[in-house]
């Protein structure tokens, strides 16, 4: 009987354990993407994102159709009709096993469930794996066998677990032979389906979606980047990180992957654990951590915040203030060029993604929740995983978070981490005459200067707020 690998968010040829473990079978293997656009509406996917994953797909199908594996992309509006989809082409394709990379989130796990039930009933083998993680959710736990709720501890023990099996990611497997193929997967394989998503795009060709590309892409970065990642990383003017999070978030390319490279290029700095590649290799443990959350933590895909006390913090919800801060009119330089950069490239620099993020729920006072959903709306690596963990920690509701008290000001973050000023004349082309750090405070200069700018006075003051939201955050404590 034949083989068929559901692809999610794992579409990658190489280090591939479910496609792998299918072909390994010795018999004609079928490759399927369920598209869900009513789901995807709801889990608020970007449309950018939606366009890389499209543009990825067609790439795909021509490399698995070299292995002679077709690739059909199937509508299935949300995940309630799945089971009933795949129910469908297992039997239209005499399908005896299903294969897939598991996803943690609450209701693709709800899904997943549904589909392991409706497919065993009806004799037909369904085989997951984890190649999201480096180390599945579960298997890494504190000595009394509890989930870490601390990132240290967490990374720790996590380091200690690896193995062999861990640095040794699959080769992309061996085409399945031609006289195994029924005519049906031939007929696909000689006129491949069309791939549409029926999701509203945006355009993502910024972005790499040639696998052996964006490989190069992690070699590049590993040989020549991640020395100097440590000094670079949080200069957003800078091109210091690696920029493979849209990657990482579709499964173009594997942590496994991610850590082999390193490690063949670093073994020193893995091994002393210092350095610019073994600080590169804990934000891979970071995305590893969150994961583990969400999986041990279903509340965390409900919307709930993690740290129960912080439901009670009496956020201040105002429209207006919302807007600027989506629109990049707050006034703060930093925050604006960043909010833009968003919206112009899908894409925002972690040190920018923390100074937004913890100027929404610190300065503005709104409920991090808006802006984790603006994210995800706007983001082509969005990952709810990573964003609601980058979220929660920002806006001190998450484990391991900020605490509440240690409020980001972001004119000084702007002068420590854009000290030039390069990044904001970059995205605010108004402020383009002020020299240097002045950027940052753009009214003083305009004052001293006798000149007109047309930038937005600061919508708050930092201070003020910063005061008000320490007082909330003490109310809701002193409510516990
Ligand atoms: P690098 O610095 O090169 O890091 C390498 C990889 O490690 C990244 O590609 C990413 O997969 C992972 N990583 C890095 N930092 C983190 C982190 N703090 N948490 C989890 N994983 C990390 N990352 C996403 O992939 N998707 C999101 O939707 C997302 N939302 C975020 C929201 C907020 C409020 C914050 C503070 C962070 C968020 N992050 C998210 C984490 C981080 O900002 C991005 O992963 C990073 O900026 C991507 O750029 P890079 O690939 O150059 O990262």
């Known amino acids: 009987q034949h083989q068929l690998v559901w692809f999610r968010n794992d579409l990658r040829v190489r280090d591939n354990q479910a496609l ?30 939606a366009d890389l994953i499209e543009r990825r797909l067609v790439a ?3 490399q698995l159709a070299e292995l002679n594996i077709p690739l059909l992309a199937v509508h299935c509006s949300d995940f309630t009709s799945v089971p009933q989809c795949l129910l469908q082409l297992v039997q239209q394709y005499q399908i005896g096993a299903v294969h897939f990379q598991q996803q943690y989130e609450l209701n693709e796990q709800g899904r997943d469930q549904a589909v392991q039930q409706s497919l065993s009933q009806q004799g037909v083998e369904v085989v997951s794996y984890h190649g999201d993680c480096i180390l599945p959710p579960g298997s890494v736990l504190t000595k009394s066998q509890q989930v870490f709720k601390v990132f240290t501890p967490f990374r720790k023990a996590w380091l200690s677990q690896l193995d062999e099996a861990c640095f040794s990611p699959l080769a992309a497997p061996a085409a399945v032979l031609s006289s195994l193929l029924p005519d049906s997967f031939s007929k696909l394989l000689a006129k491949p389906e069309p791939i549409k998503l029926d999701y509203a795009t945006s355009n993502s060709s910024a972005w790499l979606c040639d696998e052996s590309e964006i490989i190069q892409c992690l070699r590049d970065f590993s040989a020549v980047k991640a020395e100097s990642y440590q000094q670079l990383r949080d200069f957003p003017a800078e091109p210091g990180t690696s920029k493979l999070s849209p990657y990482l978030a579709l499964g173009i390319i594997s942590p496994r992957q991610c850590l082999a490279r390193l490690y063949h290029d670093h073994p020193q700095a893995l091994e002393s654990q210092q350095g610019g590649a073994f600080v590169w290799l804990s934000e891979i443990v970071w995305r590893e951590f969150y994961r583990h959350l969400i999986a041990a933590y279903p509340q965390l895909c409900k919307g709930r915040a993690f740290l ?8 201040q919800h105002d429209e ?3 807007k600027a801060w989506q629109q990049g009119q707050t006034g703060y330089p930093i925050v604006d060029a960043a909010m833009r ?5 899908g894409w925002m620099h972690n040190r920018l993604r923390m100074i937004v993020a913890s100027f929404l729920s610190k300065d503005l006072l709104i409920d991090w929740r808006h802006g984790e959903r603006w994210f995800m709306q706007h983001l082509i690596d969005g990952d709810f995983a990573s964003n609601n ?14 605490p509440y008290f240690r409020i980001f000001n972001p004119t000084t973050q702007g002068e420590r981490f854009d000290p030039k000023g390069e990044f904001v004349r970059y995205w605010l082309p108004q402020l383009s005459e002020i ?3 002045k950027v940052h405070q753009p009214h003083s200069w305009a004052e001293k200067s006798g000149q007109y700018l047309a930038y937005p006075k600061p919508i708050v003051d930092h201070a003020k707020q910063r005061k008000l939201a320490l007082s909330l955050f003490e109310q809701a404590k002193a409510n516990m």
Do not use: M
Request: aromatic share 10%; charged share 10%.
């Open 389 to 402: 963990g980058g979220w929660q920690w920002a806006a001190s509701t998450g484990t391991d978070a900020q």
């Open 60 to 62: 795909l199908q021509q």
């Open 20 to 49: 792998s473990h299918a072909v390994a079978s010795n018999q004609a293997v079928l490759a399927v993407y369920l598209a869900c656009p009513q789901q995807w509406q709801a889990h608020e996917l970007a449309p950018i994102q």
């Open 320 to 322: 207006q203030l919302l």
């Open 308 to 315: 129960d006390w912080t439901e009670r913090v009496n956020w």
């Open 341 to 345: 950069q968003l919206a112009a490239t």
């Open 435 to 437: 020299a240097g750090k």
